[in-house]
């Protein structure tokens, strides 16, 4: 047992740092690696195991818990291989352990892991499982990010070991946060990149949690919080529905029209007092635009035209935007065509379901000339005005 991960007598961090993976899901950008947090918790009668680890870390999580004589129960919060890979294996060291989880994650970890269906125990939200002396309680928190997700308290303790909420992508040799730029970065990036697209549901969530006293958040991935008030109230912040007086501006140009066109509105937003955010999508990391969108009113797409629709590329942020659910307000595409073009109703169509008031796009051919600039002074005082109704400027 590491005694430098101990959090208190008694329970233990036992996890995993990746130190060197540096895409998650084949799409999530992991610019300072991951790990994959489990937690040993001891009582005087009996012990439980709270996660597991990605399989590729199995031997890391076996050598933490090489001299713990018996593990009674390991209770699965999240179904998700990062999460639960390495359970097959715990459960051959202690033939004799049960999984408790999510009825939802009991089909889960049979179909995902050929776990045998006698060795996993279903729990019900409210349930409680007494260690001696320490007490676990189940809060059910679907969709967070999983049907089956549930998050779990140490009652006696006050650690709320939260599954993927309240999580980063961080690998780190410290075992708690701090408020240094770094990690608060990594927090929101989390957010943005896995939990913004429940964002209504979390906000449910997190009012359930009002009812706990919580000291200690310890979540699947990145450091644990010993000040759990700044992670709460940050996420309470993001999945409100006030947004900031910021515009993103995704876009790419092949030929310079188009770079023309952002260019010239960034100037005049700026003018305005509208801050911009744009995303040259050649060379973007995806989790730094997935941040922006989580407090922007506006969304600025600006392509060219590409065999008469969109770019590519612009064709993937767009599509991404929609998936991650923000609480955007207002867009509008942008950009130039040579011939003919249909991206502005491919884009509008591609994001209808963030429910946009979109407004009516600036589209040029070829190079813009005085009377395009003269059309994106006009949208920038829209949008201003639009920012202004929204009470933000």
């Excluded at 700044?230 to 910021?246: A, D, L, P």
Aim: overall charge negative; charged content about 25%; some cysteine.
């Amino acid at each position: 047992m590491l005694e430098s991960k101990k959090m208190r007598d008694g329970v233990y961090w036992v996890g995993a740092n990746d130190w060197d993976r540096r895409m998650f899901d084949a799409l999530i950008p992991l610019p300072d690696g991951t790990s994959y947090n489990a937690y040993l918790v001891q009582g005087k009668e009996k012990t439980a195991l709270i996660d597991s680890v990605d399989p590729l870390f199995a031997d890391v999580l076996m050598n933490h818990i090489k001299d713990v004589a018996k593990i009674d129960y390991v209770i699965s919060n999240h179904a998700e291989q990062d999460h639960s890979g390495t359970i097959p294996a715990v459960l051959s060291k202690y033939p004799a352990a049960k999984v408790l989880t999510h009825p939802k994650g009991k089909t889960l970890l049979m179909s995902h892991l050929s776990i045998d269906e006698e060795r996993i125990e279903v729990v019900e939200d409210g349930d409680t499982l007494d260690l001696g002396g320490r007490t676990l309680e189940f809060i059910f928190m679907p969709w967070v990010h999983w049907p089956e997700t549930m998050v779990t308290y140490l009652v006696e303790d006050r650690i709320l070991f939260s599954c993927d909420l309240f999580g980063s992508h961080l690998a780190t040799s410290k075992l708690y946060s701090s408020k240094e730029e770094k990690v608060t970065e990594a927090i929101k990036r989390y957010y943005a990149e896995v939990m913004m697209p429940f964002r209504s549901l979390i906000r449910k969530h997190l009012a359930k949690l009002d009812n706990f006293d919580i000291e200690i958040i310890a979540p699947s991935h990145g450091p644990v919080h010993n000040e759990p008030e700044f992670v709460i109230k940050s996420h309470k912040e993001w999945v409100g529905e006030e947004n900031k007086n910021i515009v993103v501006m995704p876009f790419i140009s092949m030929h310079g029209s188009t770079l023309s066109m952002v260019d010239y509105l960034t100037d005049a937003l700026s003018e305005e007092g509208v801050e911009v955010v744009r995303y040259d999508l050649t060379v973007t990391d995806a989790g730094r635009y997935a941040v922006s969108l989580v407090d922007a009113a506006t969304i600025v797409v600006a392509t060219p035209s590409f065999l008469t629709g969109a770019h590519p590329l612009v064709v993937s942020a767009a599509f991404l935007a929609n998936a991650l659910r923000p609480k955007l307000k207002h867009g509008v595409v942008i950009g130039s065509y040579g011939w003919g073009t249909r991206m502005a109703d491919q884009i509008t169509d591609l994001m209808k379901g963030l429910k946009l008031d979109m407004f009516d796009p600036v589209l040029i051919k070829g190079a813009p000339v005085k009377e395009n600039f003269e059309a994106l002074d006009a949208l920038a005082a829209t949008i201003k005005a639009k920012h202004v109704e929204l009470g933000i400027v």
